[in-house]
């Protein structure tokens, strides 16, 4: 099908898609790269030591209630309703309707941070009984600090979520750059005017992550304001919506509960390998996220409220706008993994290579980031395929697909992992890749179903297969381009050449890309 013959609406929408996927991926994109400021100051000061493997274990665990009450379950259930509402007219019920999201999450949020708080311990000595004494208890003090930050994290996605369905995309996604500012803050504040170092430099860093989280939920509150008026914080009784907002939610959270727990799996696993091996999953999954965010999340938050607007409409107008917004991301997803797998080391070095963190901890990053790239097109166009179910009140069949992810990524990640850990340079071991090959094998195995079923609903809906094969022609001469200006070059630091290198890597596929027929999705009509 091409989408070009749905008419000059499908035309207009398209180009509407294509401005909010570029708000969204805007915001998400400078909070990106702050975020990777975090991550090269902390790599200075921690590398892939003790105090970083309980930074990296910390975080994960109240991470759990954001993942499963966060951006994209509440995108799931909360969206569609709230955004039919404001296309039938019923701002009223829209604001009633918000109101009992807020209070009920509130509560739930509010309560499971209690709860994690006091579980620390328990939850410390269980998943890392392996661990000194010392960094079990660095790790539960991070935790309790940590929890609370999370509980506003789940506020935030609430606000995020009501912000997107009036179409304003950017400051929600933009808000996080607060919570990296201020642990960037925390971290240089600590070292240089406080002298602090290893374990009161990490507790620091979470006071500052925890007071992050409170400026990024405060900055969205003057945006919120013009949406919001008549809305009444309550616990949902008798609010219209309420009940299919939480009949959708139940599966979703099902689903990210497995999800999580497949992310427990791995931590755990990694745990038991040799020492640095949490922390090097962490540092490579910073990179395998960044695209995923960028040009899934991105794409998938942008078409979420327009597809629950056009639910009620033909489904060959579905399936060309969920092709339109695939071939949206593959153009940007397909390049990323490319240049993971080729060029990954340099991508690593330049912002990692320092202090604490050597040669050896980049190339066992680059391995296991390798093994991530596998599977970036497959994770990043799940979460628009997602989006489409939920726009069509299916919530059902992608949690059963997460499920199947799930038992696949762990299956394949405890079959790899041993082998891999064969592999390295001393006591640092690429263990972790076998987990990250297992996570590549789920996401495609994941992508496979989720275009099989969506395929049963509304048709044929993928992007054009010769298009995707030129896309990854394109990135491969991009990608050799880079290689070969890198093995020119003296040696420098790792981020003088990956600048050298990655320019020509973007301008090659541009041009190789407009010589076959890929041009870029970034670009708008005129009025």
Avoid at 132 to 156: K, N, Q
Avoid at 230 to 255: I, K
Avoid at 257 to 265: A, T
Avoid at 403 to 419: D, E, K, Q, T
């Amino acid at each position: 099908m091409n989408p070009e013959e749905t008419g000059p609406d499908a035309s207009k929408e398209a180009v509407a898609g294509g401005r909010s996927a570029a708000h969204v991926g805007a915001g998400i994109f400078i909070s990106k790269i702050f975020g990777f400021v975090r991550e090269r100051v902390f790599a200075h000061y921690f590398g892939s030591s003790g105090f970083a493997d309980a930074w990296w274990a910390a975080l994960r665990m109240p991470n759990v209630i954001r993942n499963l009450l966060g951006e994209g379950t509440l995108s799931a259930s909360l969206v569609p309703v709230y955004a039919e509402f404001l296309e039938d007219g019923r701002d009223e019920d829209a604001a009633r309707f918000a109101g009992a999201a807020l209070g009920i999450l509130t509560a739930l949020a509010g309560a499971l941070a209690l709860g994690g708080m006091a579980l620390a311990p328990i939850l410390v000595s269980l998943f890392f009984p392996a661990w000194t004494p010392e960094t079990r208890d660095l790790t539960v003090l991070l935790v309790r600090i940590l929890f609370p930050m999370t509980g506003l994290f789940v506020i935030s996605a609430w606000a995020l979520g009501i912000l997107n369905s009036h179409r304003t995309f950017f400051i929600s996604f933009v808000a996080p750059v607060f919570w990296n500012v201020t642990m960037i803050s925390a971290m240089i504040g600590g070292a240089l005017y406080w002298g602090l170092e290893g374990r009161p430099l990490v507790v620091t860093l979470a006071w500052g992550a925890l007071f992050g989280g409170a400026l990024t939920l405060l900055v969205q509150v003057p945006f919120l304001l013009r949406y919001t008026r008549g809305m009444r914080v309550s616990l949902g009784g008798g609010v219209p919506g309420v009940a299919e907002a939480v009949r959708n939610f139940v599966p979703v959270v099902s689903a990210r509960g497995v999800v999580n727990l497949s992310s427990w799996i791995d931590m755990i696993l990694a745990g038991r390998l040799l020492p640095g091996a949490v922390a090097v999953m962490g540092y490579a999954q910073t990179f395998a996220n960044l695209p995923i965010a960028l040009f899934g999340t991105g794409v998938a938050a942008a078409e979420l409220p327009e597809l629950s607007r056009m639910r009620r409409r033909d489904r060959d107008v579905l399936a060309a706008r969920v092709a339109q917004s695939l071939e949206r991301a593959l153009f940007f997803l397909i390049p990323s993994a490319v240049g993971y797998l080729m060029m990954g080391d340099l991508i690593i070095g330049a912002l990692y290579q320092t202090g604490a963190f050597g040669e050896a901890q980049t190339l066992i990053t680059w391995g296991v980031l390798s093994m991530y790239a596998l599977g970036l097109p497959a994770s990043a166009s799940s979460r628009v395929l997602s989006s489409a179910f939920y726009a069509l009140r299916d919530t059902r069949t992608p949690a059963n697909m997460a499920y199947l992810r799930v038992v696949i990524s762990v299956s394949v990640g405890i079959a790899a992992m041993f082998p891999a850990d064969q592999f390295g340079f001393s006591t640092l071991r690429l263990g972790a890749a076998g987990l990250a090959l297992g996570s590549s094998a789920g996401a495609w195995i994941e992508y496979v179903m989720l275009r099989r079923s969506l395929n049963r609903q509304i048709g044929s809906h993928s992007a054009a297969g010769a298009k995707v094969l030129r896309m990854t022609l394109a990135a491969t001469c991009a990608a050799a381009a880079g290689v070969l200006v890198q093995l020119s070059l003296p040696v420098w630091h790792p981020a003088l050449v990956a600048m050298a290198s990655f320019v020509p890597f973007g301008l090659v596929y541009l041009g190789a890309g407009a010589v076959l027929g890929v041009r870029s999705p970034i670009r708008f009509s005129r009025p």
